[in-house]
């Protein structure tokens, strides 16, 4: 089987990759109407290049791509796949399979694929047409398109036999050649205009030549006398540039020196101004007075203790002495221990807050509180008889207290030596800050010293600069003037290099050459001058002039043998067009004559008996070249001819029907028709059979008994080609080896379906 397998994606209602294996020399594809069965017809038009996108049911490109339904968004692109078989080298290729691939987008761009390299579709088609294989050829028959053959015009009919014979690669390489001859034409006349054009201009030339050959000794005069100066001048630019680059070394370099020092200089008082150390006093003069604070309220503490345990010590002393004492009379209300302690701790707190406040309006209003709480403590007081004396709160209390005074000595002893190594700190730091002060104001004073030197260094650098700059306009103006001389006298302009200057014939060298007087050069510039005005008066010194003289009459012998050339080639088409000419004469009237046997033979078939012939209208058959125009992206196929063409020029059909005096297509049935049209389809592929036949419903107008006729023919036409059939038919369904079902669901998508063969025989019987 040479067709192995057809891959739709994406083409019209194919939304879903879909897999045709092609294992059987008759493949049947069946499906409800508008399930998208002649789809599989239309998609393999496509892929072998078919360019008419009305012949595939469209209008443009986009038309071909699935569009979307419901339920499923369109698609952007449609591939279509096909494999055949080339182990027998059908195909001028030394692959063992062909795979075609064409990919259309929705701007209706197209691209062509042959085994994954991208192709031009005329590629494509040489390498179909070499295995019998057309777009639209006879060996793919759509729906309705049975009876076309039929109602075509005799000189159409005829382009379909030349097609189905195989005929098409001679109407492709006369049309090829006819297009070559054209153009050789066009060549020739080209060729002979230019020849005409040149003539003057070569002319001119000779004469420019001989004005040139005028100028050959004015321009070695003027090489002498450009080796002259140029020489001169060179060594004066040299020395010149040597003694000036030697001046400008040393102060570059003492300024490069200074510059770097200043530099280093300005680095360093940079990073005396960056430094810390005035943040950091900063923070240590903070610190160091959050320290006295801390020492001051220490110190109050501890005073405050103190007077505390003064105060328990007195009264300690008192109660003692006054224990001593005798009793005195009795008050009129004693005073419990508890009272008394409780109005003392009350009294000591408000002593300790006025003593650490620096409000007086706060120490009025203690001071105030410690009366009032006198005067109550007075009021409950009385005198009572002489008691025992017991000392032991007064002096639990006054311990604790001089416990806590010796805690708060310890405090203050700590802060006060923080205090002081703070205050030392900050001494330190502002020596250092005064210290680099006077470092910076020193390093400022020796920058601007710097800055001075380096002024007059820049000062005289300047100087010798515009001398360098003198120099080098110099220098500039010597390269043009080389230049000009290598336009003027070409490569004798570098004859300076090797030339010597003589003094007293004794040869100088580029010192000695510089030191000379400047006055002589500019008498040998304005020399120089004066010989390039003669030049140019003579129209200067251009060897493009012999060159171009030159290529002008080879160019004219060139023209010359062209044209010899291209007569010889347009002979040669000639006959060639003539060769072809002659020989697709001879195969197509062989070829018809065999269509015609087997046309009678398929038509005696059908309609059991009957005679049925195909007959040239014309003696002579020309080749329809100028349909077969050649290009890089498409062959367009014939189209019929005007209602007025020449009869006489294509093909007729004569059938006679058996049991009926009926001559003439026009006077047969529908069902008549169609028969007619299988059976001249038939022998057409039984001449020169191609490798697959796709014939889509051509059997729907056929009865029960035309059906099984049909089905025979089939087998005899599947002996020799591969058959695909659309079809409705239960007994063309039965002659299938392969059967593939297409369906269609609501979501709009056809979705091919595997029957195996029983149940297809079954379903076909």
């Known amino acids: 089987m040479l067709l192995k397998e057809l891959t739709i994606n994406g083409f019209k209602s194919f939304a879903k990759k879909s897999d045709l294996l092609f294992s059987s020399p008759i493949t049947a594809i069946v499906g409800p109407n508008g399930s998208g069965k002649s789809n599989v017809a239309e998609s393999f038009r496509f892929v072998l290049g078919e360019q008419a996108t009305s012949r595939m049911r469209g209008k443009k490109g986009e038309d071909l791509i699935f569009g979307g339904s419901e339920k499923v968004a369109r698609l952007g692109r449609a591939t279509v796949t096909a494999t055949f078989d080339n182990s027998a080298r059908v195909f001028p290729t030394d692959f063992d399979e062909l795979i075609i691939e064409r990919t259309v987008a929705r701007d ?34 759509s729906q309705g398109e049975a009876d076309r053959i039929l109602t075509a015009s005799p000189k159409l009919r005829r382009e379909m036999i030349e097609d189905a014979l195989g005929l098409r690669v001679y109407q492709y390489k006369i049309a090829e050649s006819e297009k070559k001859l054209e153009k050789t034409h066009e060549n020739i006349a080209r060729v002979e205009s230019l020849r005409r054009e040149t003539h003057p201009h070569l002319q001119f030339l000779e004469r420019q030549v001989k004005k040139y050959e005028r100028a050959l000794e004015l321009r070695d005069e003027l090489a002498t006398a450009y080796a002259d100066y140029l020489r001169r001048e060179a060594a004066y630019l040299a020395e010149t540039k040597k003694t000036l680059t030697s001046t400008l ?35 240590k003069q903070g610190e160091l007075s959050r320290a006295r604070h801390e020492r001051d309220a220490a110190a109050r503490a501890e005073a405050s203790l103190d ?45 300790e807050q006025a003593l650490l406040s620096v409000s007086l309006d706060e120490v009025k ?57 703070l205050e030392h700190q900050c001494g330190v730091l502002r020596a250092k800050i005064e210290a680099d002060t006077e470092e910076a104001r020193e390093l400022r004073h020796k920058v601007e010293l710097y800055d001075h030197e380096i002024r007059e260094l820049e000062r005289e650098i300047t100087g ?6 003198m120099l080098r306009r110099d220098d500039e103006a010597f390269n043009a003037e080389l230049q000009e001389a290598v336009v003027l006298v070409r490569s004798k302009a570098m004859q ?16 000695a050459i510089a030191a000379l007087p400047r006055e002589g050069q500019l008498e040998r510039k304005r020399a120089l001058e004066r010989l390039k005005i003669r030049l140019e008066e003579l129209g200067g010194v251009n060897e493009e002039v012999i060159r171009e003289y030159n290529n002008a009459k080879e160019r004219d012998a060139f023209l010359a043998k062209e044209l010899a050339d291209l007569g010889t080639s347009s002979e040669t088409l000639l006959r060639i067009i003539a060769e072809l000419n002659q020989e697709l004469t001879l195969r197509f009237t062989e070829g018809l004559e065999k269509i015609d046997e087997a046309f009678n033979r398929f038509f005696a078939r059908m309609f059991v008996g009957g005679v049925a012939h195909v007959l040239r209208s014309f003696p002579k058959v020309k080749a329809a070249a100028q349909s077969a125009v050649v290009s890089d992206d498409e062959i367009p196929e014939p189209t019929e001819e005007d209602d007025d063409a020449e009869p006489e020029i294509g093909v007729e059909i004569d059938v006679r029907l058996p049991n009926k005096r009926v001559r003439g297509l026009d006077m047969l049935s529908g069902g008549e028709r169609a028969l007619t049209s299988i059976a001249l389809i038939f022998a057409m592929s039984q001449i020169n059979p191609p490798p697959f036949i796709i014939l889509d419903e051509t059997d729907a107008a056929l009865d029960e008994a035309n059906s099984r006729r049909y089905g025979d023919a089939l087998s005899v036409l599947a002996e020799r080609s591969q058959l695909i059939l659309i079809t409705h038919n239960r007994e063309t369904m039965s002659r299938a080896g392969v059967l593939y079902g297409i369906t269609m669901g609501q979501d709009g998508i056809s979705r091919m379906l595997s029957i195996k063969l029983e149940e297809a025989i079954a379903v076909a019987k």
Request: hydrophobic residues 40%; glycine residues 6%.
């Open 464 to 469: 010798l600069i515009a001398q360098e700059d």
């Open 108 to 141: 209706g761009s197209n691209d062509y694929t042959l085994n994954g390299a991208r192709v031009r579709l005329k590629d494509v088609l040489e390498m179909l047409a070499s295995a019998n294989i057309g777009t639209t050829g006879h060996h793919i028959i």
């Open 365 to 421: 209003t203690t001071l105030r509180n410690i009366h009032t709480s006198l005067g109550a403590l007075a009021k409950r007081a009385e005198v009572a008889p002489q008691k025992s004396l017991d000392l032991s709160s007064e002096e639990g209390e006054l311990e604790e207290l001089r416990v806590h005074a010796e805690d708060a000595r310890a405090t203050l002893r700590a802060v006060h030596e923080r205090v002081q190594v």
């Open 307 to 351: 007077g505390q345990i003064g105060f328990l010590e007195r009264r300690i002393a008192h109660l003692r002495a006054e224990h001593a004492k005798p009793a005195p009379a009795v008050l009129a209300a004693p005073i419990a221990y508890d009272v008394f302690a409780t109005t003392y701790a009350h009294i000591s707190r408000a002593v």
């Open 496 to 511: 300076y290099l090797k030339r010597p200057v003589l003094v007293d014939g004794a040869a100088l060298d580029d010192a």
């Open 249 to 283: 070394t040393a102060p570059r370099e003492k300024l490069a020196q200074l510059m770097q020092t200043r530099k280093e200089a300005e680095q360093k008082i940079a990073g005396q101004s960056e430094h810390h150390d005035t943040d950091t006093l900063s923070a």
